[in-house]
Nanobody, 119 residues
Framework: QVQLVESGGGSVETGGSLTLSCAVS????????MAWFRQFPGQGRENVAS????????TVADSVKGRFTISEDNANNKIFLQMNNLKPDDSAMYYC????????????WGQGTQVTVSS
């Protein structure tokens, strides 16, 4: 059973930085497909950043490009989202997600961590 547990959310002022962490367990596929999503109140989830180690691809949404970085520590089964120059529009619930790389659907989700950016 794949389990994802996020941490690192919180409140920060405009221009500040936060690093979100996601502890991954039970994910035993040779290629890793993982992502960070965010969800604003009353809206669907937005894919913020993702990677696919099978094809060596990293994808970052235009809305956060140049400010957010996704990375992994495979030895310790963690993925990270480094968020710099945060803006109030970045305030959302952030979720860690994983999928089997042969599927387009993210089947595994964490519970989410709240990020609030004040102006």
């Amino acid at each position: 059973q794949v389990q994802l547990v996020e941490s690192g959310g919180g409140s920060v002022e405009t221009g500040g930085s936060l690093t979100l962490s996601c502890a991954v367990s039970g994910y035993s596929y040779s290629s890793r497909c993982m992502a960070w999503f965010r969800q604003f109140p009353g809206q669907g989830r937005e894919n913020v950043a993702s990677f696919n180690t099978g094809i060596g691809r990293i994808t970052v949404a235009d809305s956060v490009k140049g400010r957010f970085t996704i990375s992994e520590d495979n030895a310790n089964n963690k993925i990270f989202l480094q968020m710099n120059n945060l803006k109030p529009d970045d305030s959302a619930m952030y979720y860690c997600a994983a999928r089997v790389c042969t599927s387009k659907t993210y089947n595994f989700w964490g519970q989410g961590t709240q990020v609030t950016v004040s102006s």
